[in-house]
């Protein structure tokens, strides 16, 4: 899923090629991406886009007259800049924004169809929208520790609840936690004053190393290549692979449709965190620490075999 670095990319590489110019209309292949009716997506066609900006995962489009549309990409929806006109592909492809320099597809490949498009009329509307976490990149140490504090959660829990912390899901939530030491499943509030200040710098320095890193990556062309495993992150992504920091295979727990990746060593002091996938393969055999996990393991494939 885009989260703020990718999505401060979009915003970025839309800004000098969209605002000041009309958007001619917008084609819509996927009718379940339009969330709203009222008013009618053709009131923004004809429309100058007067900026560029963001409410937490969503890109917002500022129109003129007080028009917007708002787009989450949820889990696969990306962005890609084609030729003017460009006739919409059967497959993948949700809607196309047109101008009269480029068309840009919104795309997504997931079964599930998740991304969507609300036009809305009136800073009010759109401001309805805005789950209420802060703004970590400007947060001071005292709003950070209070929206920290305020609910007891797990971290992971806490640092993707967009009530909390506005714009971090998945997957810079397992890089912030990695570069802080601290465990997914820790408490907000079991947090000493220490622990919640590597937290805080963490959370800034990885979302700026990001932005900075996707913006190099980007130049001055237009971001296609966003996805939700980047190869230069140290944990997110790399079940089993080494931990860049200690060189111990990184561990992952698995709920629903998601996955959270940690270093036991570097962030829970060597003690695995229960994962239900793995909880039904080893039953009662559960290890305490990574070395017990690889013997478990080994002795569930001897008897599978």
């Given at each position: 899923?885009?989260?703020?670095?990718?999505?401060?990319?979009?915003?970025?590489?839309?800004?000098?090629?969209?605002?000041?110019?009309?958007?001619?209309?917008?084609?819509?292949?996927?009718?379940?991406?339009?969330?709203?009716?009222?008013?009618?997506?053709?009131?923004?066609?004809?429309?100058?886009?007067?900026?560029?900006?963001?409410?937490?995962?969503?890109?917002?489009?500022?129109?003129?007259?007080?028009?917007?549309?708002?787009?989450?990409?949820?889990?696969?929806?990306?962005?890609?800049?084609?030729?003017?006109?460009?006739?919409?592909?059967?497959?993948?492809?949700?809607?196309?924004?047109?101008?009269?320099?480029?068309?840009?597809?919104?795309?997504?490949?997931?079964?599930?169809?998740?991304?969507?498009?609300?036009?809305?009329e009136?800073?009010?509307?759109?401001?309805?929208?805005?789950?209420?976490?802060?703004?970590?990149?400007?947060?001071?140490?005292?709003q950070?520790?209070?929206?920290?504090?305020?609910?007891?959660?797990?971290?992971?829990?806490?640092?993707?609840d967009?009530?909390?912390?506005?714009g971090?899901?998945?997957?810079?939530?397992?890089?912030?936690?990695?570069?802080?030491?601290?465990?997914?499943?820790?408490?907000?509030?079991?947090?000493?004053?220490?622990?919640?200040?590597?937290?805080?710098?963490?959370?800034?320095?990885?979302?700026?190393v990001?932005?900075?890193?996707?913006?190099?990556?980007?130049?001055?062309?237009?971001?296609?290549?966003?996805?939700?495993?980047?190869?230069?992150?140290?944990?997110?992504?790399?079940?089993?692979?080494?931990?860049?920091?200690c060189?111990?295979?990184?561990?992952?727990?698995?709920?629903?449709?998601?996955?959270?990746?940690?270093?036991a060593?570097?962030?829970t002091?060597?003690?695995?965190?229960?994962?239900?996938?793995?909880?039904?393969?080893l039953?009662e055999?559960?290890?305490?620490?990574?070395?017990?996990?690889e013997?478990?393991?080994?002795?569930?494939?001897?008897?599978?075999?």
């Open positions: 899923m885009p989260e703020l670095p990718e999505v401060t990319a979009y915003i970025e590489a839309f800004r000098p090629r969209v605002v000041g110019l009309k958007l001619q209309r917008i084609r819509i292949r996927s009718p379940i991406l339009l969330r709203t009716f009222d008013p009618p997506v053709s009131e923004a066609f004809g429309r100058t886009v007067e900026e560029i900006s963001r409410i937490g995962k969503r890109i917002v489009w500022e129109l003129s007259g007080d028009l917007y549309l708002a787009i989450h990409l949820m889990v696969t929806g990306r962005f890609h800049q084609k030729r003017p006109g460009t006739p919409l592909p059967r497959r993948h492809v949700n809607a196309s924004f047109d101008f009269e320099n480029a068309s840009y597809f919104l795309t997504e490949r997931g079964k599930r169809k998740q991304a969507s498009l609300h036009v809305l009136g800073r009010e509307a759109l401001d309805a929208l805005d789950r209420g976490g802060i703004e970590p990149l400007t947060a001071t140490p005292e950070f520790a209070r929206a920290l504090r305020g609910e007891n959660r797990t971290l992971k829990r806490a640092l993707t967009p009530r909390i912390l506005s971090i899901g998945n997957a810079h939530s397992d890089e912030i936690l990695h570069a802080a030491g601290l465990s997914p499943a820790q408490l907000t509030r079991n947090l000493d004053d220490d622990e919640l200040a590597r937290l805080r710098v963490a959370t800034v320095e990885n979302l700026e990001w932005i900075a890193r996707l913006r190099e990556e980007v130049g001055e062309g237009f971001p296609e290549r966003i996805t939700a495993f980047h190869p230069k992150m140290a944990v997110h992504g790399r079940f089993g692979e080494p931990c860049p920091r060189g111990d295979p990184i561990q992952r727990i698995v709920y629903a449709e998601r996955e959270t990746n940690y270093c060593t570097c962030q002091g060597g003690r695995l965190l229960r994962d239900r996938a793995l909880s039904r393969l039953n055999d559960w290890p305490r620490t990574v070395e017990e996990l013997e478990g393991l080994q002795r569930a494939r001897k008897e599978q075999s």
